[in-house]
């Protein structure tokens, strides 16, 4: 493993987490995420480790337009924190439906491989959702 922190890697970390949630292929997303990962949404119960989060995948509606903007990543060579915000739109195109808006904490791990992978994430609900346009 490497002894420097390079934020850019936790940048590509989130393009590569944001492919994933709109793939066609509904598990995709879950294995950007370490095998122990726990998942907080707002107002649910947390969600522990890879196998409970392929149980969530196979039952979550697709996704398109994710977006995660990060506001503050700080890190060293093994662990790093992203504070900021995300959205998507429930559906794929052209078929979309609402637009939901979260603030998020995401505790990202480097692993063996040298990969990032989000270790713990919470999400809390932005007041704002609408209807896609």
Do not use: C
């Amino acid at each position: 493993m490497r002894s420097t922190f390079d934020e850019a890697e936790i940048r590509d970390a989130e393009r590569a987490l944001e492919e994933a949630l709109q793939s066609t292929e509904p598990m995709a997303w879950v294995y950007h995420y370490t095998e122990d990962a726990i998942f907080v949404a707002s107002g649910s119960q947390a969600i522990q480790g890879r196998k409970e989060l392929l149980k969530m995948a196979a039952d979550m509606q697709p996704l398109s337009s994710v977006s995660l903007s990060a506001v503050r990543t700080e890190g060293n060579e093994n662990l790093a924190y992203t504070y900021g915000t995300a959205n998507w739109v429930s559906g794929h195109r052209p078929a979309t439906g609402t637009t939901t808006r979260v603030r998020f904490v995401i505790v990202w791990r480097r692993e063996e491989d040298g990969r990032w992978r989000v270790a713990q994430e919470m999400l809390d609900a932005d007041p704002i959702t609408e209807p896609a346009h």
